[in-house]
Nanobody, 128 residues
Framework: QVQLVESGGGLVQEGGSLNLSCTVRGPTYSHYCMGWFRQAPGKAREGVARLDSDGTTTITDSVKGRFTISRDNAENILYLHMNSLKPEDTAMYYC??????????????????????WGQGTQVTVSS
């Protein structure tokens, strides 16, 4: 069984930085992708960043140049480094892991997989 535990969220002023962590526990050595999503109140969940098993990263346009995704392979921790934060970045942030996709995935959405997992989420609030 795979468990994902996020941390690092909080309240930050506009222009500030936060680093989110997602500790992945369980057998994920053959993962297909890992990623970060966010959901703001009243809005649909959106993919933010994706890290494929071959090291390829994908960042959504609205945060490109401000956010980066990385992984500590030894500790099996997924990171989302967020700089120059804006009020519109305020959302609940979720990490995700897909082991076996059922279809081609634009983002690393466990909903499109035969084996995928979500974290519980961590709140990021950016004040203006």
């Amino acid at each position: 069984q795979v468990q994902l535990v996020e941390s690092g969220g909080g309240l930050v002023q506009e222009g500030g930085s936060l680093n989110l962590s997602c500790t992945v526990r369980g057998p994920t050595y053959s993962h297909y992708c890992m990623g970060w999503f966010r959901q703001a109140p009243g809005k649909a969940r959106e993919g933010v960043a994706r890290l494929d098993s071959d090291g390829t990263t994908t960042i959504t346009d609205s945060v490109k140049g401000r956010f980066t995704i990385s992984r500590d392979n030894a500790e099996n921790i997924l990171y989302l480094h967020m700089n120059s934060l804006k009020p519109e970045d305020t959302a609940m942030y979720y990490c995700a892991v897909v082991l076996i996709p059922r279809q081609r995935l634009a983002w690393c959405d466990p909903g499109g997989s035969s084996s995928g997992y979500w974290g519980q989420g961590t709140q990021v609030t950016v004040s203006s």
